[in-house]
């Protein structure tokens, strides 16, 4: 039985560098290449800190508490993923296939789970809920920053879909606290 789980996680491990592969194709493309990496940059956080800016600037003393919420469930999940990425040490797909194309340089050593698409999943949930008209602008670009991760090769899909359910754990979390 443990011989054909091991084989199994095996099998998925070696589709899911596959897929990362295939999702760096896109990076050979110079817009794309250029769009995603400033999708990743402005994922770091300024991005997220801008929008957050332009609700408080649009509702005022109504949008203090939401934001500084949103903000305290992001450094929640900077403890959340920096402890899961420490005990689990699962290397970044860049170190394990040189044909992946980087052209960002990832902000820490692993990459399990994506904390890029935590934070897009938690501030993208909390910013559409408090304020429905900006869906247009959030929608997209937590995706962006959330496919960015593969596009990149800085992270895997087990990466990405884990950061993405941590996130929007957190983001429900936060909104119960309202």
Not at 28 to 48: K, Y
Not at 116 to 138: E, K, M, Y
Request: charged residues 10%; hydrophobic residues 55%.
């Amino acid at each position: 039985m443990a011989a054909r789980c091991s084989r199994a996680i095996q099998a998925y491990l070696g589709w899911e560098a596959l897929v990362t592969e295939r999702c760096n194709h896109a990076h050979r493309v110079r817009a794309l290449r250029w769009l995603f990496a400033a999708a990743s940059r402005l994922g770091d956080g300024m991005g997220w800190y801008l929008l957050a800016l332009l609700v408080l600037v649009g509702h005022g003393a109504e949008a203090v508490v939401p934001m500084a919420l949103m903000l305290a469930s992001g450094g929640a999940g900077v403890l959340i993923y920096l402890t899961i990425k420490r005990r689990t040490a699962r290397l970044r797909p860049l170190n394990r296939n040189q044909r992946l194309e980087i052209s960002v340089a990832p902000l820490d050593q692993y990459s399990f789970p994506s904390g890029h698409t935590l934070h897009a999943v938690n501030f993208g949930i909390q910013l559409v809920a408090f304020q429905p008209a900006l869906w247009w602008i959030v929608l997209p670009f937590a995706l962006l920053v959330t496919m960015s991760r593969m596009v990149l090769g800085l992270h895997y899909l087990s990466d990405v879909l884990v950061g993405a359910a941590i996130g929007a754990a957190l983001a429900v979390s936060t909104l119960h606290l309202l």
